[in-house]
């Protein structure tokens, strides 16, 4: 059994639909809205923030925004968490209290401006 | 098939250029022509091979045993066991399983006449050295009185890795050998290992692969003589006598040089050559991420490790005790300022790699592809070096060299340009998937074998094969595949035997099949079906072999294997508090082991002891590390294994004639593995008199026949009677159940395993990125 790093790079993401990747995979780029990826057999347990960390290099001169979403086992699946506004840096949203726990297969949904992506982190909210 | 015909006509009817560049340049053989071959398998831990001419085929196991593969009979026989040493013990006194071991054979280039053999291994015993050596070889045995001790690397055993031992002659005779760098590679971040604190010498390449005065690190090229000495010849790094420089040097500056090769033509030397683990850049403080490399030398020189990787890019001067970097290594002057290196200051300008990758997906280089590596190496094709060989490779392949990787499996075929620069890459075989290649070179019958040893470490992967890769230019041998629906269980166990995968390219070839079961070699059954099923009501261990015969009478085999009587324990890691997927920083984590087997119970019945349970934890900050948590699981697995042991000699009638201590009506355990401290047959030799009984060596006292006894039980207690006079004992395992405090900081893996012989299963989640092996 691994116990991981909390910060997940993109490159261990898969199924993923309407998303490119760099060459060496170490950021993925949403081509259309409506784009997922899944994080594959995630144990939630403690889990309460998420954290979507954004790589650096071309981004739009008027601050994109867009929605990102988090779903559990389907990518129309339970609504986990929600993220909405301009993108930053880091976007951080927080898990629904008491929504889930245990082992699921996260899909992140991608709504709004294309957006470029390098990891996303799992955090305990302290 | 359809697709290329049309292409190629497509090329003649519009590009009269074409049409003569075509008839200049060999055309590539199709896939199809070539057909991989199993000779052996269920290999245990194979390093390196010679084909002889007559087809046997001698290869080296790192445990020790020489071996030799006969064609004709499919048989596999020992030649020779050596004792060996493969483990290290550090500063805290810990024992861990390394690399060592016997490393690799070679043939005299004048075999046939003296039949001499060369094994390179590391040396049992006190005195940490590798030995070349040579022996006369008949086919048989080796003749014990040939002995001659050519050469002896001196080398560390506190802290593992990094041996090296591939071999190759030169049309002059000449001996190449490939030494590791002896040094520790996972106390510096995955950069270069420069610690220069005092004591910390196994940490620090630079007492050996940019030493001048050192044979590690290295590929040496020596003369044998016939007196079992040898001499330098022309063209080393260094002349003989230049003062703290060894003579014996024709590249220095590498870390884990593996298989080499060379072009018969150009004379030119090829070689893989492992690189450390890291896979992130720190350019400013410490260096690049690290790459493995395949190298060529069209003379001596000073090949970068550990100041410089990949094409020179160069690593930073770095203080281990201040954590204080310093100015980036210059390739042009690289000077070696280290307390531990014995040789010169100033070292000949360093030589930039031939192909180098990452971790990464390589730009210069993408049919590496990306992911975890370890650099082989493999053969340079030369028509003229195979003289009336059966079968050869097509020309299209003439002077090109076949590359392989032992994480990754492809082979990819590399071409020159006239001058020897780097000209294209194309993957060979595109379906072949190789299981941990180790050694790969042309046989004198014109065909590639390839040695697999598995890709778990330090194991007798079911996985390990025997192989050779034919080209057929008529009739082609159906390739053939043999799978059962369950390899062990309890009795009655019904399989189905499964030839799913089998085909023949030639279209109009109608394919007979035929299995054949056998049990201690003796046939069990036959059967003349594709996909019979079969029951088995007696416990053994039973070999399915499918022969798939053409048209043409061309066979090909593969066998599996099947216990029966024995289902394989469930062992389950629970964490019980804390999550499952990640690790937090200071927090600390609860967890269980469960076990259950069909035969011996499990931990929830008692049936099963926690001691004989092995769990461990490792901490691992540069990322996923196969082999770390391989050597962390075997040195407490030892422990769990003499848990076994030492509940079936208290169950048994051992304790009526033995004690641990005392001399009782036989001797003490301690006294009998002092005497037989050292002798590398003392396992098999005292399992069977355990089994059939014996008198006489230590007095009128007679030890009674044991003939009920499994026979991986006594070899389970005799080795942990031999263990009682080894000073340091084995880590110890963890509890089955209970928590792992901090202070782990990035990420942890666990691994358990219970040993029920002759089966076992090891716990282990895995995940696919970053497997390394630290070679």
Known sequence: MILRNPVVPISLADQVKEMGFNNDSTMAFVRNAGASFRLKEIDLTGIKQIEIIRAGGRNAGTPPSGTIEMHANAPDGFLLGKFSGEYTDKMSFNITPGSVSGIKDLYLVFNGAPIRIKAIRFGEGD | ?775
């Open chain 2, 1 to 775: 098939m359809i697709k290329s015909g049309l292409f190629v006509s497509a090329l003649f009817g519009f590009f009269t250029n074409a049409e003569i560049s075509l008839a200049q340049t060999p055309k590539k053989p199709e896939s199809n022509r070539f057909t991989k071959v199993v000779l052996a398998q269920r290999l245990e831990e194979p390093m390196q091979f010679q084909v002889l001419k007559d087809g046997r085929v001698l290869y080296a196991e790192r445990k020790g045993k020489l071996k030799v593969y006969d064609p004709k009979s499919q048989a596999m026989e020992t030649v020779a066991e050596f004792a060996v040493s493969t483990k290290y013990v550090n500063k805290a006194g810990e024992v861990t399983e390394g690399e060592d071991g016997m490393q690799g054979v070679i043939l005299d280039p004048d075999y046939d006449q003296n039949h001499w053999i060369y094994i390179y291994y590391s040396l049992a015993g006190d005195e940490a050295k590798n030995v070349l050596v040579r022996y006369e070889w008949h086919g048989k045995e080796l003749l014990e009185s040939s002995r001659k001790v050519i050469l002896e690397v001196p080398v560390q055993r506190e802290e593992c890795c990094h041996v090296g031992g591939g071999m190759l002659f030169d049309k002059d005779k000449n001996l190449y050998l490939t030494t590791g760098d002896n040094t520790f590679s996972r106390a510096s971040d995955g950069f270069a290992p420069l610690d220069e604190r005092p004591g910390e010498s196994p940490r620090d390449s630079q007492k050996s692969s940019p030493n001048t005065n050192d044979l590690r690190g290295k590929i040496l090229r020596i003369h044998p003589e016939n007196d079992g000495s040898y001499t330098i010849p022309k063209g080393n790094l260094f002349p003989p006598g230049t003062p703290q420089t060894k003579p014996e040097i024709y590249t220095m500056g590498n870390r884990n040089p593996w298989r080499p090769t060379i072009d018969s033509k150009t004379g030119w030397l090829y070689w893989g050559e492992v690189g450390p683990d890291g896979s992130r850049d720190d350019l400013e403080k410490r260096g690049p991420q690290s790459y493995d490399e395949f190298n060529r030398a069209k003379g001596p020189g000073f090949y970068g490790w550990p100041y410089f990787v990949a094409n020179n890019k160069a690593y930073v001067k770095y203080d281990f005790a201040t954590k204080v970097s310093g100015a980036p290594f210059d390739p042009a002057h690289p000077v070696n300022n280290s307390p531990n290196s014995t040789g010169l200051k100033e070292l000949p300008a360093a030589q930039p790699a031939f192909i180098w990758y990452s971790k990464a997906q390589s730009q210069e280089f993408p049919l590496m592809e990306s992911g975890g590596n370890s650099a082989v190496g493999g053969p340079v094709f030369r028509k003229d070096d195979f003289k009336n060989a059966a079968r050869l490779f097509p020309g299209y392949y003439e002077g090109k060299w076949f590359i392989t990787d032992w994480v990754r499996g492809w082979i990819n075929v590399v071409e020159m340009e006239e001058n020897g620069d780097y000209k294209s890459m194309e993957r060979f075989l595109p379906d072949l998937k190789l299981k941990g290649p180790i050694d790969m070179k042309f046989g004198p019958d014109g065909d590639l074998y390839v040695l697999e040893y598995g890709n778990g470490y330090f194991k007798d992967n079911p996985e390990a094969e025997l192989i050779r890769i034919e080209y057929n230019s008529g009739n082609r041998k159906p390739s053939v595949e043999a799978s059962a629906s369950k390899t062990a269980g309890a009795l009655p166990l019904q399989v189905t035997l499964s030839s799913k995968g089998t085909k023949d390219f030639d279209e109009d070839d109608a394919l007979q099949y035929e299995w054949v079961i056998r049990k201690n070699n003796a046939v069990f059954k036959t059967l003349k079906e594709a996909d019979p099923s079969i029951t088995f009501t007696t416990p053994g261990t039973y070999q399915a072999t499918l022969t798939v015969t053409d048209k043409a009478g061309e066979k090909n085999t593969k066998s599996v294997e099947i216990k029966a009587g024995n289902e394989p324990p469930v062992v389950e890691f629970k964490v019980t508090k804390g999550n499952a997927t990640f690790y937090f920083p200071g927090k600390s984590i609860d967890y269980e082991v469960r076990v259950s087997d069909k035969e011996d119970g499990s931990l929830a019945n008692k049936k099963i002891l926690p001691s004989q349970i092995s769990v461990s934890t490792n901490y691992l900050s540069e990322g996923f590390n196969l082999t770390r948590i391989a050597q962390k699981q075997m040195s407490v697995d030892a422990s769990a294994q003499y848990a076994t042991a030492i509940s079936l000699i208290n169950n048994g009638d051992c304790k009526a004639c033995h004690a641990i201590k005392e001399m009782v009506l036989g001797p003490s355990f301690t006294a009998v593995s002092a005497k037989y401290k050292g002798d590398p047959t003392a396992v098999t030799s005292l399992s069977k008199k355990i089994l059939n009984g014996g008198s006489g060596v230590w007095g009128d006292a007679f030890m009674p026949a044991h003939p009920t006894m499994a026979e991986s039980d006594v070899k389970g207690i005799v080795r942990y009677i031999m263990s009682l006079s080894d000073a340091p004992k084995p880590a110890k395992t963890l509890p089955v159940k209970g928590p792992i405090p901090p202070p782990f900081r990035k990420a942890i893996q666990k691994a358990a395993s219970y040993s029920a012989p002759p089966t076992r299963t090891t716990a282990q989640k895995q995940h696919p990125r970053n497997l390394r092996r630290p070679m």
